[in-house]
Every structure is written in C-alpha cells, then in structure tokens.
DNA sequence: TTCCGTTCCGCAAAGCTTTGCGCAAAGCTT
DNA sequence: AAGCTTTGCGCAAAGCTTTGCGGAACGGAA
C-alpha cells in the first residue's frame, strides 16, 4: 500500500531518539535542545508528518466533529446553512458529518444514532417534518451531548436555538399584501407540529388582524411541504366560492409548487393573484415573475448554530435564544399597484 | 459531563471478566461459553454499547471516512451528486467528509490536505474551474491514496472517473435547435482547462457539421460559470452585429443567467431567441419558460463515482471510465414551432 | 574528589479494540 | 489413576499520541 502515514515512531526511529523526544520536540517543549528540535521538526516536514488524529482523539477523548441533521440535503435553503455551519467548524479545525432525515422522524433517530457512533462531539439539527416525539432529544440532553437546533426547533429554554424571526416576518407579509391591495389573503402552511408552521401561522393572522381583515379559515391551508401536496392545497384554495387574491407560501418548495398551480390556472401573477413566499435569496429571482418573498438569513443562520456549538463546548454557556432579523424583499409577483 | 460511551472496560470490570473476554463474546467467537455470551451481550445492550471508532481505525488503520471535493456545496447539481455518493457510502459504513473548493486551485489542494490529515481513505473529487497543475493529484497517486474523479475530471486512464457524455449531449442539442428552426447557435463555454467545456465544445461542432451549418467562432462565447460572467458572455452575443437565434448553456447557473439577459434586453424565448442548457430535473421546471435541457443524472453520477471508490480499495479495480448517457428534455424554451 | 543542580531525554501509562498464544480446569480415554 | 484433549478464559501486543516522572550525564562548587 504505501498507504500508511508517518508516525512519531518512524521519526523517532530514523533520528535514534525516542517517540517522547520526536513528540515534546514538535510541541516545543523546553526540555528539548534547540538542536534536537530543529533535527526533528526539519524530518518531520520532510516525511509530511501530521498527527493522527485517531490516536488523538482516543487520548483527548474529542474527535473533533459535529453531526449536522437536515431534513433533505439538495435544497439550496439547507446546503446554504451547512455551508455557514461549515465556516465556522472550519475556523475551529471541526469537520462536520452530514445526514439527512428526509423528512423522516425514523430516519432523523437513526442518523442520530449513526452520529454518535461515530462520536461526534455534539449535533446540529432542524428537525424533520414528521417529528413529533422529542424523547431521543432529551435523552441526548441527559447524556450531556451539546445540541443545537436551528430554523425547526423544540424544546426551546433547554437547548439552544436559531430561527428566524416567522412570525414578524409572517406579519410583514400580510400587511405588504394589505398594501398593495390584496384583501382576501390565503396562507398555506406545513405540518402543525412544526414551529415554523405556528409562529408563521400566528403573525399571519396578527397581520390580518393589524390591517382589520377577518381570519377566514377557508384560506388557511396545510400541506406536508412537498411539491404535490403544496399544488393540491393552492387548488383548493382556488376552487373556494370565494377564492382568495393573494397567498403566501410558508417555504421555497411550497412558494414554486403554488406559482405553478397559479399558472397552469390560467390566472396571472400578480395582477389576479399575489403571491409571497419565505426563501433563500437565490431561487426567488429565478422564477418569473421574480418572487417577492421574506429571505433567510441562510448562511448566518448555519454559523450562528455552530457558534452556539462552540460556545457550549468552550464555555459551557448556557441554552441560548438566538432569532435572526428576516427582510421582506418585494419584487415582482405581489406588485400589484405597478402593473 | 457523563459524556464518556462506554468501553469494553466498563462491560468487563462490570461482569467481572477480561476484557478479551467481552469482546469475543460481542463477536461471537467460539471460544466463549453461550452463558456467558448472552451474559455479555444483555449487558452491551443495557449499556449501549458501541465499540469506538477511533480505537478501531488505529488498530484496522481504517477511518471508514471518505472525503469528497465539490467547486461549490449550494448548487443543487453538486448537493445531489454527493446525495448519490452518500447513498452507497452510508450502505457500505462510510461517513464522507464534504469540502468545497469554491472554483480555487488552492482551496482545492487545501481540502486536499484537510481532508488526508483526516485520515480519509479515498478521495471523491469534481475539479475546480481554475485546476490546471494536477501534480497534487499524482501525488495522492503515489502515495497510493484511491482517487475518483467526476463530472470535471483529469489523468483519465490513470484514475477512475464518471463523467456524462458531453460531447453526444452537445451534438443532441444542436441538433435539436436545428430541427427547430434555429439556424445561428451560439455556445457559451467554460474555462478551457476543463473537460466539460473542452468536451461539449466538440459536440456543439460536430453537431453543426451534422446539420451543415458553419462554425462561426462569433457564435462561441467564454465565462467562468459565474452567474455575472455568464450574463457578460450572453450581452456580448447580443451585441453582435449578427446575433444568434439560440444558445446553449454549458451548466445550470449559464443557463439561468442567460435567460434573465436574454429576457431583459426585451427577446421573448423560444420566439426569439431558443434557450437549451445543462441541468439537472429540479430546476429547470421552475422558470418560466419552462428550460429544454440535458438532464444530469446527478444522483447516479455520485453513487457511480463511490462505486468505482469502493471497487478500488475493496478489489483493487484498475482505473475505469464510466460514461453516463444524458437525456435531452425538450420544454419550452426551444419550441420554437409549438407557439 | 564529592556532592548538588541542570540539562536532556527515555519509560510507561492511558485512551480502546482485536487477536495470537498460553494456561488452567474439566472431561475423556485406556 | 494417569495422561490426553477440549473448553473457556486471560495476558499482552499493536495501532499512535501525550505527559508525569525518573534517570543519566555533565557542569560547577566546596
């Protein structure tokens, strides 16, 4: 193979000192000449030796990972925190071990399982859709594992969060809507379990209610945040007697699964119909019309979870609240007043 | 912290036993009495036990790690492939360790040494745009470190690599375009170290030689992927005293970029101006027109780059070079005859 | 010359697992 | 009853690193 990498011993043994000499040498420690040290660390650089970090960890009992759990892995919404998760983890010489849950409370118990085999050091996740039971969390607490969610949460209070700010946001939206002169506004929503799901679901009614408009359960709508079932909720919506002229959608996949619906209807956007959707800045100008929508603060919502990590680790802080500031971007699809 | 997993240790001193003893009897190893092995195991269970994975990589020197190298972690392209390289890998009991090399040379060669001090076994690897020196690579050669190269690839014959097939899908679009009615097509290209670019380029010629049509070197435009530079190239097309009547886009982020130019300098797709791009399913139905495209099959193109990984270090396969077949999707933005 | 203090380095343990070998006790044969 | 095999388990090494402690050699001082 070839394969193997240099070790101390094999310092050790080409300079005929022992492997504590090669090691205190390379760590600089005083009780090594400055000859010896220059000998040791001028081989070591020669053969590229790098500390094996299996053997480090067995020692320090870390092995410097941190799982991250993700409900899919090939949304832009979802790669994007990873990647601010990963800029911090990087910073901190952590590599990160990613799973997804595919939505899956089953899958989201294995991957967690899986991770702590592989002993990592602590998780990083935004629970799955399906998630309900939050037992095999507070086990995770009980064995003193740091634990960190961002955007879907639980337990809020013992283990520290990230999300974005749903329900101002969700009330940004209904008042932008109000605005531009929509009066029958629709919101279709996720799982009920999700928090996202309620505080959207609650600033959007407290938007209603700022702007005087009545909380009409018809245009309240569930789906279970896939394509199929996001198009099924906006065509009902359109089949009511009185079907609403204004709707948002509580995520990426939901806010295109709608616009198409809207399309295929017949109906234009936005002059018949507007539409608002919560997404990543990327997608939203994508499609056409350009999608007014709330964008996440993706990438920093990823470090802020990892700075969270971090903190619990190195400084054993207490569960903290974080909520990120969202910003209602209009483009075209709710501009009703310009067309 | 209570932290700690529990080891053979724990399990032996518990049940008063050696530690050999323990551990054979986890494994089932003849010489352990059936009593004692049920022994054992009910308390690993009650325990959770789980051997570690770092004194098993120390002593097996193997990490069940691999490391996989993408130009970027957002695009939906790149996510997916390493979907697919995560599918087989979980199967096998490999974690991967995912770096990005945001399009840099050095970056790339700096995940390169990240990703070894890690101990990774194998490295899964889509070069960066700016990659021209691969003397880092024939040093993992060397080094006899198992190295896969997909979708951007080089030292073919040398190293495994799965790529689709370029230059056929490139003669399928301009051929397509021809059929259409389009008779001045244009390419908008990558940088030239790359094989994609190099590849498609071929086939974009081959396909005009095919329909008769001439190779006017006006027509054939470079960017460096990025969404800006992508633009540039397409307002330089437009600017030509004779411009194109449709162009294709050498990957996902041209083709988009393409389509808001082309949209903003007033052309209507597919009337005016036919529009073909390189890009996985989930996109391209999300614009509007909706996008004729070469379809990637990305998730496939991961799982066949881990199996040509495991085919390596498992039966020590020589080098293979796999060719996946793309699928030409025709949608709106090249129907020219159908409006 | 003897003793003490530096200076510089090696031994060994710990962290966890697997496995070849050795060893004791029990069972069997003759 | 003596000698053999089998059964069931423990010892120790290896894989790699860090670090407390012990120790040799050398210098200087008395």
Do not use: W
Not at 275 to 280: E, H, I, P, R
Not at 288 to 299: A, D, G, V, W
Not at 321 to 339: C, F, G, P, Y
Request: charged content about 25%; aromatic content about 6%; hydrophobic content about 40%.
């Amino acid at each position: 193979m070839g394969n193997r990498h240099t070790s101390l011993k094999d310092l050790a043994r080409e300079l005929n000192v022992s492997i504590s000499t090669v090691s205190r040498a390379l760590r600089n420690h005083p009780d090594i000449s400055p000859e010896m040290r220059e000998k040791v660390k001028q081989l070591a650089n020669l053969r590229k030796y790098s500390p094996n970090p299996l053997a480090m960890g067995l020692l320090k009992q870390e092995t410097r990972m941190i799982g991250v759990i993700v409900p899919d892995l090939v949304t832009h919404f979802y790669a994007s925190i990873i990647s601010g998760i990963e800029s911090l983890a990087k910073e901190k010489g952590y590599f990160i071990l990613i799973a997804s849950s595919n939505e899956s409370a089953e899958k989201e118990k294995e991957s967690i399982e899986n991770l702590r085999k592989a002993r990592v050091e602590g998780l990083l996740i935004c629970l799955s859709q399906e998630t309900t039971d939050t037992g095999h969390f507070e086990n995770l607490l009980e064995q003193g594992i740091p634990l960190v969610f961002f955007d879907r949460v639980c337990l809020q209070g013992q283990i520290p969060t990230v999300t974005a700010d749903n329900a101002e946001a969700a009330g940004k939206i209904t008042r932008h809507f109000y605005e531009q002169g929509y009066r029958r506004i629709a919101f279709i929503s996720g799982p009920e379990q999700l928090n996202i799901s309620r505080e959207r679901l609650a600033g959007y009614k407290a938007g209603l209610e700022a702007c005087n408009l009545p909380v009409d359960p018809d245009l309240i709508e569930r789906c279970n945040l896939s394509h199929d079932s996001a198009r099924q909720a906006m065509s009902r919506l359109l089949k009511l007697p009185n079907p609403p002229d204004a709707v948002f959608g509580i995520n990426d996949t939901v806010a295109f699964a709608v616009m198409k619906e809207i399309k295929e209807h017949g109906l234009r956007i936005p002059r018949d119909m507007g539409l608002v959707g919560f997404t990543d800045e990327f997608h939203a100008t994508v499609v056409e019309p350009q999608l007014t929508s709330i964008t996440h603060p993706t990438f920093e919502m990823g470090r802020k979870a990892a700075e969270l990590f971090f903190d619990k680790i190195e400084k054993n802080a207490p569960p903290e609240t974080i909520i990120l500031q969202t910003k209602l971007v209009v483009r075209e699809s709710s501009a009703k007043h310009s067309d």
